[in-house]
């Protein structure tokens, strides 16, 4: 084979575009899964945080409640009406999300003692 001196080596129009166009689609296809993990690794943290926060209200209920007499520890902290305790707390702001919490404690069973108690956290 000969070797001309004015050849020049490198790389045609058509491999550079053919490359682009691959390198373009792999970076869509990366774009696109980083996308589609982010909101729900998001909403993960919301559930979370909202967990904790709900578990957290459920402890003080649990501990202001005295279970022989139904009274709270501290009776301006909760607002009894038809034998049901229920309250909505201010927001909670975490991380600039606000989180709520309602909750209402009413007499499950009143030959046992029992309560049940609902608890809702939202954001």
């Known amino acids: 084979m000969r070797y001309h001196k004015n050849q020049k080596q490198g790389f045609t129009m058509v491999e550079v575009v053919v490359a682009a166009v691959i390198f373009a689609l792999t970076a869509a296809g990366f774009y696109a899964t980083i996308s589609a993990l982010t909101a729900p690794a998001e909403l993960s943290t919301k559930a979370v945080t909202a967990a904790f926060l709900g578990k957290q209200k459920l402890e003080e209920l649990r501990t202001a409640v005295n279970a022989d007499d139904w009274e709270e520890s501290d009776p301006t902290k909760y607002t009894l009406v038809k034998n049901h305790k229920y309250d909505t707390l201010p927001p909670i702001n975490i991380d600039g999300i606000d989180y709520t919490i309602e909750y209402t404690v009413?007499?499950?069973?009143?030959?046992?003692?029992?309560?049940?108690?609902?608890?809702?956290?939202?954001w």
């Open 106 to 122: 009413s007499d499950d069973d009143p030959a046992t003692g029992g309560r049940e108690v609902s608890l809702t956290v939202t």
